[in-house]
C-alpha cells in the first residue's frame, strides 16, 4: 500500500471527491486535468462550473447529471474557437504512471485553489503510443466462485475459512477496535491527502527477532508511530487456519524463482508475521488500484487476505507490459469477497495486477449470526462494515537493517516495475526515494535497481534449484522451478 506523487488513480479520486455533479468519465478528468496543469481543485472547479452552465443544473441531489462529453475544449470552453485539439484519450484505456502509488486517496479538507505551476500532466500518465485500436476491449467479468478465480487470476478464493463463530467473533472485535484506527495520510504535490478508509498495523509475538517497527511506519506513508500492536488473540486464531491453508495452496503451485525458499528444508515457507487491517465503513469507503509495496515482502509475495463483515468487490486489473499493450487488453475481473472468505494473493499478482476495492452505489447488510460476545442478550445488529485483514509474511532477507537508504537518510521503498515486466531485458524491481510522502512533498532522486545477489539477499528457489536468478534471464509467468 502507500502512495507517492504521480498516480492517476489519486488524481482522479481528488477530483471526483470534489465534484458536485456526476461522474463524468475518466478519461474527461483527465483531460480537464490536462487543461488545468494537474491541479485537482481547479480541475473539480472547471467541472462543476461548466456543468452548471451548459446544463442550467444547481447543485442538489435531485439535479445531479451525467456529463458526458468526448470533446473536453468544447465542453470547458464551448464559445471558444479553437484549432487546437485536446489530447485524445480514445486510446488511453490502462493509463499508467511510471511509478505507481499503493492506495487510491481523497484530498483532506486544506485543498489550496491557488494557480499551480502548468505541467503537462499527460506526458507523465500517458501510456506510450501504441496502435491499440485493432485491440478488441473486453467487458468486466464478475468472478463468483474459488474456480474462476483460479482460472483467470493468479489468486484463489476460499469461503467459510474459519469456524463461523470464530469469525464472527474476530468481525465484532475489530470493528470495535476499528473506531482507534487511523486514516491513510501523506502528502500528493502540495497538499496532503487522506485514504478513503481506516488502517492499523500488526505484528505477530513470535516474529523472528527482527523489530518490524520500522516497517510499520512504512505502512503509515513514513510517519513516525508507536511500536504497533501484536496480534490480537482472535487474529492469532484465525491466523493458524490461513496458514494452514496458504501452505496447503502455495505446495501446489510451481514456485517463481526469486520466492523465498526458507533457511531449512521443510521449513514452513510461509507464516504470517504482520498484518495489515482495513475497515470500510458504508458503500463508499473505498481503496484505489494499487499494487502492495515489496519493500519487506521481496519480490513475488504471497498475501492472504481474510474478509469479515459485509460483501464489497474485490477488483483486480492486469497491468499489461508495454510489449503487449498493442495486441492485447486488460480485463478487469470483480470478485465479491463475502464474509469469512480468504483470497490468496500469489506470487506475481503484485507485478502483474492492480487491486482495489471500488466504491458501491448500494451494500448488503452483513447479519451475524452470533450475537456480540460483551452484549450477548442484545438483538443482532445488521452491520454495514467490511473488515479486512491482509496477513503477510515479510521476509528475513528484506528486513528493516537492509533496506537501503535515499538521499533524505530513510529507507527507501521496493517497486516492481510491471510494465516491462516480460522484457527480459529490463531490471524488474527499483529501490526509490519516499521521503517526500511526509515530507512536504519533497523527497529526492534516490532511484537503484535492486539486485539480490550483490543485496546478499536470498535464499530464493533459484538458489536452491540453480535457476538463472539475475534480473535479465528469467520470466515471471513462464519459469517455474
Ligand atoms: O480490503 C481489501 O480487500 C484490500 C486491502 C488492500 O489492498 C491493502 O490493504 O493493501
Ligand atoms: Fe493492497
Known sequence: ???????????????????????????????????????????????????????????????????????LNGWINPGAATSEKPPSTKKRKDVQSPIKPQKLTVPASSASTTAKPVVNLMQVLRSPPTSKSSVSRLPPLTLSNPSMVAEHTPCTLHTSILPPELACKLFYFMVDLSQSWKRNRWWLFDRVVESPHRTSFFVRKQSEGHSWHEAAQYWYNGRPTDPPDAFPDLMEEACHYIENIVNEDILKRGRLPLEWAGHQPGEKLWHANVAAANCYEGAKESVGPHSDQLTYLGPYPTIASLSLGTTRTFRLREVVPSDEVSKRQARTFNVPLPHNSLIIMHAATQESYKHSIPPQSVLDLYRPLYPHPSRPTSPLEPSNCRINITFRFYRPDFNPQSIPRCKCGVPTILRADMKNRHDGKTDRYWWTCYAGA???????????????????????FADRSGVASNNETFFPHRIMV
Open 438 to 460: 511526509q515530507n512536504d512533498g519533497k523527497g529526492c532522486d534516490f532511484w537503484r535497481v535492486m539486485d539480490m545477489k550483490m543485496e546478499g539477499r536470498g535464499p530464493t
Open 1 to 71: 500500500m502507500m502512495a507517492d506523487g504521480t498516480d492517476t488513480d489519486t488524481l482522479i479520486a481528488m477530483v471526483l471527491s470534489m465534484l458536485v455533479v456526476t461522474h463524468p468519465g475518466n478519461d474527461v478528468i483527465l483531460e480537464a486535468l490536462v487543461e488545468c496543469g494537474g491541479d485537482a481543485r481547479a480541475t473539480a472547479d472547471v467541472i462543476n462550473a461548466r456543468s452548471y452552465k451548459t446544463r442550467d443544473a444547481t447543485p442538489t441531489n435531485s439535479t445531479k447529471r451525467k456529463l458526458a462529453s468526448s470533446d
